[in-house]
């Protein structure tokens, strides 16, 4: 999701996320009064949510923004047969990572 579409997103409806985790923050008093004038303007939605909805945002747009460093092994090409290498950069381990987190969080308890 990019940050530009949250407020169509919040204009729309409120929004319930079923599988969440909890994670205490605080927050400089600036940045507290935004999401408490974002609550204001879309009371539709809860302060949490809309916390949610623009870290999320946020750690989309940093997966684009993390550099690609080309490596030297051909891993693919691309539709006019150019090669595309692995890439080298943080992205690869951001994303295993990210992934067996996920599977962890989402397992059963018998399954960890």
Do not use: N
Not at 42 to 60: F, K, N, T, V
Not at 85 to 104: M, Q
């Amino acid at each position: 999701m990019r940050i530009a579409e949250l407020i169509q997103r919040w204009t729309r409806a409120a929004h319930a996320h079923t599988d969440v985790r909890t994670y205490p923050v605080h927050l400089p008093l600036r940045d507290a009064a935004r999401v408490e004038a974002l609550h204001l303007m879309y009371p539709g939605c809860s302060e949490s949510q809309l916390m949610a909805d623009l870290i999320r945002a946020a750690l989309d747009e940093l997966e684009v923004a993390m550099p690609y460093i080309p490596g030297t092994r051909v891993i693919a090409e691309d539709d006019y047969g150019d090669p595309i290498y692995e890439d080298l950069g943080p992205t690869p381990r951001f994303y295993s990572l990210a992934h067996e987190i996920l599977r962890k969080l989402t397992a059963t308890p018998a399954e960890r």
